[in-house]
């Protein structure tokens, strides 16, 4: 962990930079920050900080604190959201309980697929999923005029891929963003997938595979075929520019937020007055 305080928080050069002002835990002068190995950033009284900070901490995955002096108070830790537990104590329940997480899992493979598979066993159901996803690449891929062979993802060299398939990272990626600020509205919690179960953001990527089809792999063929085509951009800030695009024209923040209250029979208090 590493606390400051009286001073600027900015990014130069693509690491974090503290401008410590006079009266501070540093001295006066210009300090570069090892993010990379911090698990936590505590900011105390007097300091500033840039969005691009927020961004950079996201990335390696390093909790922002806001603390009193010397974390003599806490005052907030990010992920922010609004002052409610009503829908993340509907999930903990949920999921606590294993016929209703085994329920609300059929329901989102039936809002994917189309229809209410009769299968009762969680891995059966994954991998009926995982044919009919194998399909619907195949199929949307030939709808968009483009050469598909198969999904292929390297965690290490993710622009190694093909066009297409880098195209579909980087959809994913923006989808699994709108799904993890919907779930940070609600005060959802992220660690309690009902597909997804190992990450920590479970619940994020449960919500963002309901529109795999409809939303990530048309934004994603797209672009590519744009490439394809002579597209004078990069891949990456083509579906990043559709992405905001599309996601604007559809809604689909508040889409999300609402799937996940109908999930678990959350009614807005607002639309019921």
């Not at 963002?208 to 939303?215: I, K, N, P, T, W």
């Amino acid at each position: 962990m590493l606390y400051l305080d009286r001073g600027v928080l900015s990014v130069v050069n693509g690491c974090l930079h503290f401008t410590s002002a006079a009266g501070g835990v540093l001295g006066p002068g210009e300090y570069q920050l090892p993010h990379q190995t911090l698990s936590a950033l505590l900011i105390g009284p007097g300091t500033s900080l840039s969005h691009d900070v927020l961004r950079i901490l996201a990335r390696h995955g390093t909790t922002l604190i806001a603390v009193g002096s010397e974390a003599t108070r806490l005052y907030t830790a990010p992920a922010l959201g609004p002052d409610r537990s009503d829908l993340a104590r509907a999930q903990a329940r949920a999921w606590a309980d294993e016929d209703r997480r085994l329920a609300i899992a059929r329901k989102m493979y039936a809002r994917r697929l189309g229809e209410v598979l009769p299968h009762t066993d969680i891995a059966v159901l994954r991998g009926i999923e995982g044919a009919r996803v194998k399909e619907s690449y195949k199929l949307l891929a030939q709808a968009f005029g483009l050469s598909w062979k198969r999904r292929d993802y390297s965690r290490a060299n993710p622009d190694s891929a093909d066009v297409a398939n880098q195209a579909v990272n980087h959809a994913a990626t923006a989808v699994r963003a709108a799904a993890g600020v919907a779930v940070a509205a609600l005060s959802a919690l992220p660690q309690l997938g009902f597909i997804h179960e190992d990450s920590d953001q479970s619940f994020v990527l449960d919500v963002a595979d309901l529109y795999r089809e409809s939303v990530t792999l048309r934004l994603a063929f797209a672009a590519a075929k744009r490439i394809e085509g002579g597209a004078d951009e990069t891949v990456d800030r083509l579906v990043r520019h559709a992405a905001a695009r599309e996601f604007r024209r559809i809604g689909l923040v508040p889409k999300m937020i609402d799937d996940i209250k109908s999930m678990f029979g959350i009614r807005d208090e607002a639309a019921e007055a």
